[in-house]
């Protein structure tokens, strides 16, 4: 009777389960099959081509290009959103007046693109707020050159640029986060190394640091899909084919479908997947290693 009623509420527990799954396997897993069969098929006549697709993009130098700086951009954006949102969790942890400052690190999120985008227009054109800073101040001075305006898009700043408009949107956002996995820690444990001696350094190497092992995880996961979702200010300020540093992925993307090479894509699309599976499983083996 026991082994019955047990089999029943497993019954219950898959069926509410079913939607979801059903939702998932229709919306994203067949979908993502189709892609991987089709990448390994040429787009105009569907003949099987086996690995060419793939070689023809690894062999691309645009995809390089976008390799290289999209990397670049993961590992330095990731870890600046990572430190700079903790270290603003932990300034924000013991105020009492905590909210305002919180409900103000949202406000880029409510900021619609356009919007954003505009913003940085009137600021980093070539006749823009910036240069126009910039050339008041050296008529001020007369030992200093003449300053013509620098176009910071189509320069070495553009990469800059794109990094800062990052964390000004994804900070706020993440802090939140931050705060989520402080208020989760138990302050007993911390009262008591504190009498026991513990200094600060210790008190974050020993308890916090351990303690936030999941919500690390978690935040880096999101860091990085964030900064594949930056591509739409990206592409709004420089267009599909911005100066040479901050050419991502997801420009090749685009300039694909617009030629309607969707095999390049297909293989492309799988590519990436991998790629972020590999970034996860590292991030969850790091987490374990934490032991969180």
Not at 102 to 107: N, P
Not at 165 to 194: C, D, H, Q
Request: proline share 3%; net charge positive; with cysteine.
């Amino acid at each position: 009777m026991k082994g019955k009623w047990r089999f029943r509420w497993m019954n219950r527990r898959l069926l509410f389960l079913l939607p979801g799954f059903a939702g998932v396997m229709v919306f994203y897993l067949l979908p993502f099959l189709e892609v991987v069969r089709r990448s390994f098929l040429r787009s105009g006549n569907r003949a099987f081509v086996g690995m060419d697709n793939y070689n023809a993009v690894f062999h691309n130098a645009a995809f390089v290009l976008a390799v290289r700086n999209t990397a670049v951009y993961m590992a330095v954006g990731v870890p600046l959103l990572m430190v700079i949102s903790l270290l603003l969790a932990m300034l924000l942890r013991n105020l009492t007046t905590k909210r305002k400052f919180v409900s103000a690190m949202l406000l880029p999120m409510a900021v619609p693109a356009a919007v954003m985008v505009l913003v940085l227009r009137i600021l980093i054109d070539r006749q823009g707020a910036v240069n126009g800073m910039l050339a008041g101040i050296t008529e001020h001075f007369a030992s200093l050159p003449v300053f013509e305006g620098i176009d910071y898009l189509n320069s070495g700043w553009a990469i800059v640029i794109v990094l800062c408009s990052f964390l000004w949107k994804n900070t706020g956002y993440m802090v939140i986060l931050w705060l989520a996995g402080l208020s989760a820690l138990p302050k007993e444990v911390e009262e008591a190394a504190r009498v026991d001696g513990a200094n600060k350094w210790q008190n974050w190497h020993y308890i916090i640091r351990p303690g936030l092992s999941g919500t690390t995880f978690t935040i880096g996961m999101l860091s990085v899909l964030q900064i594949f979702k930056s591509y739409r200010e990206v592409w709004m300020v420089a267009g599909s084919y911005p100066q040479e540093n901050i050419y991502f992925l997801q420009h090749l993307l685009q300039n694909w479908y617009l030629k309607l090479e969707f095999d390049r894509m297909a293989a492309l699309t799988v590519l990436l997947s991998l790629v972020l599976l590999v970034v996860c499983l590292c991030l969850q083996k790091r987490l374990e290693q934490n032991g969180g």
